[in-house]
């Protein structure tokens, strides 16, 4: 039975400008940190030397999927929204919680569940959510506004909880799969896993290689740029 999530306010910072430009090819969601620094060898012994690259992949998204708990850094576009979002999974299911940040002014929170959309934000935030339309008064006291998940205004923020489970944004119909030189993200050592999609999008796995082969980061430079990185994956099993 999946537990409710409590409804705590994620405080880190938001930003990955870097994607949204044109010239980005990808970029982290802590650009100044996270730039990968390209080596021969990320690490001494490599747990994934003559493994096939898509087997290497789904393990990899697997892994991050089956854990107890993560954080998901989101920068995305969805319509005329540029967003970025640090998200909380626990358990199963594809229920989030955190904080949003909305075309960079607006800053709110979000609770995902299958029953509701909870949120709450600023003025701004609010403003982009229900864009012509009166806002909804709040439904408790301290600011919290409930939806069905099938209210076509919060679409957007499905988008951003399904962005963060790894067995829906799995492209199945990658091309070209290949490992790349591995390299070193947020001083952790990595393979670099190197696909496109069918409309020409380049995507960028980073596979985690000191320990169990969990996701570290999805980049997507295409049409409409997106970035996944997690951060605090736990598995207790």
């Not at 705590?8 to 940190?33: F, I, Q, V």
């Not at 005329?80 to 299911?93: H, S, Y």
């Not at 099938?150 to 829906?168: E, I, M, N, R, Y």
Request: proline share 7%.
């Amino acid at each position: 039975m999946r537990t409710r999530m409590p409804r705590t306010t994620t405080t880190a910072a938001l930003t990955c400008a870097a994607l949204l430009t044109a010239a980005a090819t990808a970029c982290g969601p802590d650009s100044a940190d996270a730039a990968p620094e390209t080596t021969a060898s990320a690490t001494a012994h490599d747990p994934l030397a003559g493994r096939d690259p898509a087997a290497v992949l789904r393990a990899a998204y697997e892994e991050t999927e089956r854990a107890d708990s993560k954080t998901a850094v989101i920068s995305r576009r969805i319509g005329a929204r540029e967003i970025t979002a640090k998200l909380t999974f626990e358990g199963d299911g594809g229920s989030c919680y955190g904080e949003v940040k909305v075309n960079r002014h607006g800053t709110g929170e979000i609770l995902v569940d299958d029953s509701k959309v909870s949120l709450r934000g600023d003025y701004d935030f609010l403003q982009d959510q229900f864009r012509d339309l009166p806002a909804k008064s709040p439904d408790t006291e301290d600011g919290w506004i409930d939806l069905r998940p099938g209210d076509p205004s919060v679409a957007h923020l499905l988008t951003l909880c399904k962005d963060g489970s790894p067995a829906s944004t799995f492209p199945a119909d990658r091309t070209g799969l290949h490992r790349g030189p591995d390299t070193y993200l947020n001083a952790r050592p990595v393979a670099v896993l190197l696909s496109k999609a069918p409309d020409g999008t380049e995507i960028t796995d980073h596979v985690y290689l000191d320990g169990k082969p969990y996701l570290l980061a999805h980049w997507e430079n295409g049409q409409t740029p997106r970035s996944v990185e997690y951060k605090n994956v736990q598995q207790t099993g």
